[in-house]
């Protein structure tokens, strides 16, 4: 039977939590601008840096999340990871940078600033380097950080991949180009999505489907969503803006497939064997 005239249809709100970078504004463009069907659901766009919506998830505050995939780890009992919008390394990826061309091995014992301890870009670094002196310094400040010799090195994420050479800062090494060497060419796993296992499978698969419809929009309509995702750029260039968008909203965050699934699992077996997260992490993916 169809609905009464003027019958109005009950929505569920859901809140859906992301950075407010251009990658992800660039992702959830479909969903923001209504250009694609939200299926009797409202999306709540609530703005966090990472660091927070880590803390959050811990807290089962959202019902979707971007979460980096160390995080992941202790939240894998309220949360499923969607099989779309991550942001995977492909060969490239988190640097580690110093005021003067330096060397691994000089880095050994050096305090490094780092964007915060439960992101991906720390928990490579932990893989890669072993316990180090760090400190917590907001991902957008590193860069004058340690240009300004309040730390020895920098730990980059986000756009400062592309854009240290401005702070004259010099590259040490690049988390993804490693882990892609170490692991004969999977990509890096950064961020992901993640649902709350409560809402139940139906609901979860639903969702799974609208925010898969926005990354396809976006990457299909490039030049809108681009548009879109500039308010978010932080003074970048439109140029380096969709450079800086390529390398993370692309056929990885389209589609993990069992080459993306393989290299998070992977990132938390080793973090858990070499002590970094306490306990080993059952992941569960919805398509």
């Known amino acids: 039977m169809g609905r009464a005239a003027g019958e109005t249809v009950e929505m569920r709100g859901i809140q859906l939590g992301h950075s407010p970078d251009s990658d992800d504004a660039f992702m959830f463009y479909g969903l923001a601008e209504h250009k694609v069907a939200s299926d009797g659901f409202t999306f709540d766009h609530v703005l966090r840096d ?5 803390e959050w998830a811990r807290e089962g505050r959202l019902e979707i999340t971007a979460i980096s995939v160390h995080a992941y780890a202790y939240v894998a009992d309220r949360y499923a990871i969607l099989t779309h919008g991550a942001s995977m390394g492909d060969n490239y990826g ?7 061309p330096a060397s691994v091995e000089w880095l050994r014992g050096r305090t490094i600033a780092v964007p915060g301890t439960m992101t991906s870009a720390f928990l490579a670094l932990r893989l890669f380097l072993g316990a180090f002196p760090h400190v917590v310094v907001p991902f957008d400040e590193i860069m004058p950080y340690v240009a300004e010799g309040k730390a020895d090195a920098g730990l980059l994420i986000h756009e400062g991949q ?70 978010y750029a932080r003074g970048l260039q ?17 589609d993990l497939g069992p080459k993306g699934e393989r290299s998070i699992r992977l990132f938390l077996e080793r973090a858990y064997e070499q002590g970094v997260i306490p306990a080993p992490v059952t992941v569960d993916f919805v398509r």
């Open 50 to 54: 990472i660091q927070t919506l880590n």
């Open 94 to 100: 988190p640097q580690v940078v110093t005021r003067e």
């Open 162 to 231: 592309l854009t240290h050479h401005e702070y004259g800062l010099h590259e040490v090494v690049d988390l993804g180009k490693w882990w892609y060497e170490q692991t004969d060419g999977l990509p890096l796993p950064l961020g992901v999505n993640a649902v709350r296992r409560d809402l139940g499978p139906e609901t979860m698969a639903a969702l799974s489907r609208i925010l898969k419809a926005s990354i396809t929009y976006g990457l299909e309509h490039r030049a809108d969503a681009l548009a879109h995702a500039m308010q």
């Open 238 to 254: 439109t140029a380096t803006a969709d450079k800086f968008v390529g390398m993370y909203v692309n056929d990885w965050t389209l």
